[in-house]
């Protein structure tokens, strides 16, 4: 992510406040980066500690809250240096390494963010409509495997960050201060790679599969004729909406800036659009966002379970996940003929009686499934099929 909260120096290399006095962009960038640490670490942590101590079965979703709540969390930790590098006046104090680092992890979290959320929205897709292969999906050592994949996959992403950013000496009032800013040794296709990159990665194809992974959950929900909408569902809409506020702007002033470069690559025209600053610290607040989102999808709860009632909320997502697959098994049956007569079928074919739970399939089975063994997964019946 490119922290850049300044103007242009040339047409590849931008300067986070070249000279950092008080001025009225440093002092919105200021609010703006203690708000997002006051309300963001300490909401991120209480999120945390909901999650660890007060829920007690842990569903898929509350889990991967649990991981983006951990990011944001971690990320706001470097906003006190961006504060002292706003208020002091004195550059960058905290070395090339620190430079380099609080920018690198702030690009982590930003892929982390986004690829949780499409962890969410996959998650939401195969329980609606690939309820079976959603259960057999749905066990810790999956879920560990992809957000080993997840966390991974964002150190990786982040890479080209730390190359892009340096220490750069700048005179002011007769002395020489640090400035932490990105730097592209004179070259307009390193900033193309940069910014088109960070926008195809972070924005394009995870949005992209977000987007598709609702529109069949949508058409396969209305098709089951069921409206309802679950505390779990509005919870991962909210985060997907909120994350696309704040960082489609950030992504904008990407395109813009790389289209001014392959358009002016020539005439040495400045193409550091003015917006950056401001939509560079908007997209930092995102981190701050979630626990707010959180504080309203559980307010409900809050009378009954004091401080737990996030723990409620999370607990919530579980049983509403439970629910939306049963939904979707539903649909699935009432579109075929005799969903109980063909797995009954089947499973005495392979020598497996299946046992129903309702009354219909105990009319249909002709009482024999008093005694008989239930099959160990719907999902064995499924594979046959």
């Not at 201060?177 to 910014?195: A, E, K, L, R, T």
Request: aromatic share 10%; proline share 5%; glycine share 6%.
């Amino acid at each position: 992510m490119n922290f850049s909260l300044g103007s242009s120096m040339n047409t590849t290399t931008a300067v986070p406040l070249s000279s950092p006095p008080k001025n009225i962009s440093a002092q919105i960038g200021t609010a703006i980066l203690t708000l997002a640490f006051l309300l963001g670490f300490p909401g991120n942590m209480f999120v945390v500690w909901s999650v660890l101590c007060r829920v007690k079965k842990r569903s898929v979703t509350c889990l991967l809250v649990l991981n983006l709540a951990l990011a944001d969390g971690f990320v706001l930790l470097s906003a006190p240096l961006f504060i002292r590098f706003l208020t002091a006046g004195r550059g960058w104090e905290f070395g090339s390494p620190a430079c380099k680092l609080v920018h690198y992890l702030s690009s982590v979290n930003m892929y982390v963010s986004i690829y949780l959320i499409s962890l969410m929205s996959m998650d939401r897709w195969l329980a609606v409509t690939r309820p079976f292969v959603s259960q057999r999906m749905r066990t810790k050592r999956s879920l560990l495997v992809l957000l080993f994949g997840v966390w991974v996959l964002a150190f990786l992403l982040s890479l080209p960050m730390p190359f892009y950013r340096s220490i750069i000496k700048i005179p002011k009032n007769n002395i020489t201060i640090n400035i932490c800013m990105p730097y592209h040794w004179g070259s307009v296709g390193h900033p193309v790679f940069q910014y088109l990159f960070e926008t195809i990665m972070g924005c394009l194809v995870p949005f992209s599969l977000i987007s598709t992974c609702y529109s069949s959950v949508i058409c396969r929900l209305q098709s089951a004729k069921f409206q309802r909408r679950g505390q779990g569902s509005r919870l991962i809409l909210l985060i997907i909406v909120t994350f696309a506020i704040f960082w489609l702007p950030y992504h904008i002033v990407n395109i813009t800036e790389v289209a001014c470069l392959l358009k002016n690559y020539k005439s040495g025209k400045g193409c550091s659009p003015g917006a950056r600053p401001t939509v560079t610290a908007f997209a930092y607040f995102s981190s701050a966002v979630n626990p707010i989102l959180y504080v309203f999808a559980g307010s409900s709860h809050i009378r009954q379970a004091g401080l737990s009632f996030m723990g409620r909320l999370f607990e919530a997502t579980n049983s509403e996940s439970r629910t939306t697959s049963t939904i979707a098994r539903s649909g699935r049956s009432g579109s075929s003929p005799d969903e109980s007569s063909v797995l009954y079928t089947l499973s005495t074919k392979i020598g497996k009686p299946f046992k129903g739970k309702g009354k219909e399939r105990s009319s249909s089975v002709a009482g024999k499934e008093a005694n008989e063994p239930e099959l160990k997964t719907l999902a064995t019946v499924e594979q046959i099929e």
